[in-house]
């Protein structure tokens, strides 16, 4: 069973920056995405990266937020920068791969990591 495990969460002032990371034990990538979630509101899709190399940007964060990812530490990141108090909230890596090439694919959640964006 592939497992991932959060990191990179905090407080930061704004304009402040901070990177978060998403690290799968294992599979075959498919793809990834970041998610933020706030109390009493919809889970938002923040920016996704598939296997291909492409990427996609909420509205709201393009232009401060990227993306990317290590293929040799199995890692997915999101830099943030510019940061603002409306992007206070825990943000959650969702992953998509195989076990074996030509599987089925299967997605799992991250823990959640907290940021906070506050004066």
């Known amino acids: 069973q592939v497992q991932l495990v959060e990191s990179g969460g905090g407080l930061v002032q704004p304009g402040g920056s901070l990177r978060l990371s998403c690290a799968a034990s294992g599979g075959y990538f498919s793809s990834a995405a970041w998610y933020r979630q706030v109390p009493g509101a919809q889970r938002e899709w923040v920016a996704s990266r598939v296997s291909g190399g492409a990427s996609n940007h909420a509205d709201s964060v393009k232009g401060r937020f990227t993306i990317s990812r290590d293929d040799a530490k199995n890692t997915v990141y999101l830099q943030m920068i510019s940061l603002k108090p409306e992007d206070t909230g825990v943000y959650l890596c969702?992953?998509?791969?195989?076990?074996?090439?030509?599987?089925?694919?299967?997605?799992?959640w991250g823990q959640g990591t907290q940021v906070t964006v506050s004066p």
């Open positions: 969702n992953w998509q791969y195989r076990k074996r090439p030509g599987g089925a694919i299967r997605s799992i």
